[in-house]
């Protein structure tokens, strides 16, 4: 029994319960010779069967222990992909399975299991790892798989040497041990029968409903195995033993007898009567516990969530409507052992059940009267558990059996999924939910339109967090403080008003204190992935930021990048309720008065710390256009999606402080880099006013302005305003970040070219022409010389500026050159489906317009018409005489056009257009509404150009023309 002889874990966790450690390893050594129950061959008989073939289960036993399962993790990680990180750390694992080895070494003790037997648990975990080991993601999923089931096997640390194995107890721990290996065994049989992960993953949400199944089944096991176990520990007392049995007779009798019936309650609570919303889950509460529905099990409900999202007033809320369906109502303060035994101990007296002073002393006889009242009694109960977060201290006074149902409210995860059959997140509300709650604490019974907007803006401000808001309201109305004046006022005085208990409240927590319980208890790591998770938007925040960007940072960060600790870290705040995870997306969610309340307890120089480590994962996800001409890297838009919003949040944070960046980042530099890189990412997104704000942020905290990055930032405020055409403004960026770039890399660097070309494009869209055709032909001279896969680039801005110099046969010519468009005819344009090309398509369109070749232009446009423009297919419509084809794309354009910005050059020229084409067809009034928009637009884009005249050429340098 390698469990016991080896010391895995089972005395150590048993020790404070008087174990002695040479009792025990002399009765381990007589049961070596002492046959197994025969109820362990009907297991381990299952087990087989369950694996459906004996080829995997002569592997089985040569892993006996958890010492042996570890030693051998070195030869799986052998088949291991070495991308794979978390396998690296297959040893973290061993704290998780401590609990199997814990259970294991309880039923070798008391059972009589040979190593043969208990192997099984190991040998299987050994075997699914092997099996899974093919796949990382599937490995992952095993591993979190195991490690949830090992979390649910119950702990027995209940037992004596003396305590008396009943046949009920024998049969609930071998139930329990073969719901465990027959899982195991299932799982072995799935991995062997899909050995490819793509049949894997198609298939894998059943063995997760599986788990799910078999977790639900242990639940319910364990409970039987504790009433035994609750039972035999008072047979050690028999007096008291005696005492209880003649307590029960008692009590059985007076309820036969049906003289009198019990009408209690000790709801410590008044009835809420500024209770709002919640309808969802008292729903889901009433369904869960209805008293008049059959059930097979003790009906309980768990009500889960962050502190101060409003667990117990749901709690209140319910128990005050069902006062009439049950007859007894008992509430239990449940936040320690110490509360629960003060609750029963007036429970107890309330029901009538202590006769002595010394039993109102004593809790534990309170606890025990109390429950076993709840076994005899034929009356209704509801038990109400509230602050149930010590599941230890919960267990001793959970009743095994009642008439009626349970209700627990708690922050630990743990303790939602354990006892209860079900459990619900309650979540904080809605904006509209939020602000009906508000207005009720605030007492405004008859809010104006302006209160109701107002108190919908507060709910968001405070994330919907009922405490926060029944606080906040409570403050308003004693200070009959107007809704609109209040957030403002918060700005200002957020940490005073933070402490403030709503008036006439029972909650002992405020918005300060709320949370204090949560994060005290929290280990180092958990802490430092909170303080961080504090400067993030909360929305949305991906896994991969942490486990992809945190490369380079100090020490203190290291588990950031191993999938293992870094989900032990997050483990613990999903435990707590401090974060939320979405399973859909595995990102996670936290509430931002936890963030709030996290950052206002770390020092200046903590959260400058802090801020930089957030700022430096964020710059993973956003390529790095400063030193390398990369050109545009759609390919990395799902990761820059990803870290956006963060990047945002980040810049509102500090632009909140008001003491300057500089006191926010300690490295200024590198949240420069991070804006210029999120700017940049911004500008291919064609969000060129939100590219604006945030590259000028960048430049203005940038001291070094003969740097590669001042360079990049200044170069990207150049293209944005060419893109608005702003071609002379643009010039001069340019120039500037042409020197910078020369004096850093040299003349003859190919990053060089990259410069020459924004020079081309701006003397392109100024009309100076032939400055353009000498700029574009030193950068392709440049690009040539390195070998540069950036020439396609020049070929194709040479044949654009070619075009427009009137040459649509050297521009053909020019554009063939490009290497991505080698081979390339006009078919092969009108068959991709490639978005890559269609810029170059919109260019050939045009070369073969002026080709006179219109049938081929138009099919070439009406391709490219699908990715991105639609006015000069407008424009070949009408030239074939299609006027309400035309009009329909160019109405479109205006549409689309107005829901940015940038839009407006090419909203003015469709407008153009559409009013000669309206003037044609003699409908003067739409004609003369489209004029008038369209001069509108004129005169504020280019207000030189407000005496032009009213043609096309004069709105088409509104649009420019390197721009497809």
Same mark, same amino acid.
């Given at each position: ?108 003790? $008391? ?157 410590? +609570? ?142 630990? @995860? ?60 409570? @403050? ?30 029972? $909650? ?48 203190? @960060? ?51 710390? $802090?801020?930089?480590?957030?700022? #430096? ?45 500089? #006191? ?111 700029? #574009? ?122 829901? @940015? ?53 004069? +709105? ?9």
């Amino acid at each position: 029994m390698s469990q016991i002889e080896n010391g895995a874990g089972g005395f150590e966790e048993l020790a404070h319960v008087d174990i002695d450690l040479g009792a025990c390893a002399l009765y381990a050594k007589m049961m070596k010779d002492r046959p197994p129950s025969p109820l362990w061959h009907r297991a381990l008989a299952q087990y087989r069967l369950e694996l459906q073939g004996a080829e995997n289960y002569q592997t089985v036993p040569n892993v006996g222990s958890l010492e042996e399962l570890i030693s051998s993790f070195a030869q799986i990680q052998a088949t291991t992909p070495g991308s794979y990180s978390g396998i690296n750390s297959l040893n973290r694992l061993a704290p998780k399975l401590k609990f199997v080895d814990d259970f294991s070494a309880v039923l070798a003790l $008391y059972i009589g299991a040979n190593t043969a037997l208990t192997a099984a648990v190991w040998g299987s975990i050994r075997l699914i790892l092997a099996h899974a080991s093919s796949a990382a993601d599937t490995q992952r999923d095993v591993l979190d798989m195991i490690e949830e089931l090992s979390l649910s096997l119950p702990r027995f640390q209940i037992y004596e040497k003396t305590l008396p194995l009943s046949p009920l107890l024998q049969q609930a721990l071998v139930d329990a041990y073969s719901e465990i290996i027959c899982f195991y065994a299932r799982i072995i049989r799935f991995l062997r029968n899909n050995p490819h992960p793509s049949l894997r993953k198609n298939e894998w949400q059943t063995c997760r409903d599986d788990l799910s199944i078999t977790v639900k089944r242990i639940k319910r096991i364990s409970s039987t195995i504790e009433s035994e176990a609750d039972i035999a520990r008072m047979r050690k007392d028999e007096g008291r033993y005696k005492e209880v049995l003649e307590l029960l007779s008692d009590m059985k009798t007076g309820v036969s007898g049906g003289d009198k019936q019990t009408r209690y309650d000790n709801i410590p +609570f008044l009835s809420n009567t500024k209770f709002s919303g919640r309808k969802d889950v008292l729903g889901s509460v009433h369904d869960a516990l209805n008293i008049d529905s059959a059930s097979s099990t003790l009906k309980s409900m768990a009500l889960f969530g962050m502190g101060g999202v409003g667990k117990t007033q749901v709690a209140v809320q319910y128990a005050y409507q069902n006062l009439q369906h049950f007859e007894v109502i008992l509430w239990v303060a449940a936040d320690n052992a110490i509360a629960i035994g003060q609750s029963f101990r007036a429970i107890a007296d309330g029901l009538g059940l202590l006769e002595t002073d010394d039993d109102k002393k004593d809790a534990a006889a309170a606890v025990w009267r109390v429950k076993n009242w709840l076994i005899a009694t034929r009356t209704t109960c509801l038990v109400i558990f509230d602050n149930a977060d010590d599941l230890a201290a919960l267990k001793t006074a959970w009743p095994e059996s009642i008439n009626g149902s349970v209700l627990l409210t708690t922050r630990n @995860f743990a303790v939602a999924t354990t006892l209860a059959v079900q459990y619900i997140q309650v979540d904080p509300f809605s904006d509209s939910d939020g602000s009906e709650l508000l207005l009720k604490a605030a007492g405004l019974d008859h809010p104006t339109a302006s209160d109701t907007e107002h108190a919908v803006a507060i709910s968001s401000a405070f994330g919907g967090l009922p405490l926060a808001l029944t606080q906040v309201g409570g @403050f308003i109305a004693q200070r009959k403080l107007s809704l609109h004046s209040f957030l403002p006022l918060y700005e200002r005085n957020s940490a005073k008003i933070d402490t403030r208990k709503a008036p006439g409240s029972d $909650y002992e927590h405020t918005l300060s204190t709320v949370w204090d319980f949560a994060l005290k208890d929290l280990s180092e790591t958990s802490t430092r992935l909170l303080n961080l998770l504090s400067f993030f938007d909360p929305d949305s925040i991906s896994e991969h930021i942490f486990l992809q960007g945190s490369a380079g940072l100090d020490d203190d @960060f290291s588990f950031l990048a191993d999938e293992m600790d870094l989900g032990d870290a997050e483990e613990e705040l999903l435990q707590v309720a401090l974060v939320n995870r979405v399973r859909e997306s595995a990102d996670f969610t936290i509430h931002r008065l936890i963030q709030s309340t996290t950052r206002k307890r770390l020092g200046e120089l903590e959260s400058s710390r $802090y801020f930089d480590s957030v700022v #430096h994962m964020l710059c993973w996800g956003f390529p790095d256009h400063s030193k390398v001409d990369i050109g545009h890297q759609i390919s990395a838009w799902g990761r820059c999606e990803k870290c956006i919003p963060h990047v945002r949040h980040l810049v509102q944070l500090a632009k909140r402080d008001a003491r300057g960046v500089a #006191h926010v980042a300690n490295n200024e530099s590198k949240y420069a880099d991070l804006l210029i890189r999120c700017s940049w990412y911004l500008y291919e997104r064609e969000m060129y006013i939100i590219a604006r704000e945030m590259v000028e942020q960048a430049i203005s905290i940038t001291k070094d302005t003969k740097s590669l990055g001042y360079a990049s930032a200044i170069d990207l405020c150049g293209l944005i305003d060419l893109d608005l055409g702003q071609a002379a403004r643009a010039l001069e960026p340019f120039t500037r970040a042409l020197e910078i770039r020369k004096a850093e890399l040299g003349g003859e660097d190919p990053f060089i070219a990259y410069s020459l070309n924004n020079i081309a494009l701006a003397y392109t869209e100024m009309g100076k022409l032939e400055l353009a055709h000498a700029a #574009h032909q030193d950068a392709i001279n440049l690009r040539l010389k390195a070998s540069s896969d950036r020439i396609g680039n020049s070929y194709s801005n040479m044949s654009s500026l070619l075009l427009r110099l009137g040459r649509p046969d050297e521009a053909e010519e020019m554009l063939a050159r490009c290497p991505s468009l080698d081979g390339f005819t006009d078919e092969t344009f009108i068959n991709t489906g490639n978005p890559r090309f269609s810029g170059d398509m919109v260019l050939l369109s045009r070369i073969r317009r002026a080709q006179g070749r219109k049938a081929d232009a138009l099919r070439l446009a009406s391709k490219a018409l699908a990715f991105r423009r639609k006015y000069d297919v407008a424009s070949m419509l009408l030239g074939e005489n299609h006027a309400s084809s035309a009009m329909r794309l160019l109405e479109e354009i205006v549409s689309i056009s107005e829901t @940015f910005v940038e839009g407006e050059g090419q909203r003015a020229r469709a407008l153009y257009k559409l009013s000669e084409i309206h003037l044609q067809l003699g409908a003067q009034k739409e004609s003369d509404a489209c004029k008038e928009r369209a001069l509108t637009l004129l005169a504020k884009l280019k207000p030189d150009l407000k005496d032009a005249p009213f043609e096309e050429a004069t +709105f088409s340098k509104l649009c420019l023309w390197m721009l497809w």
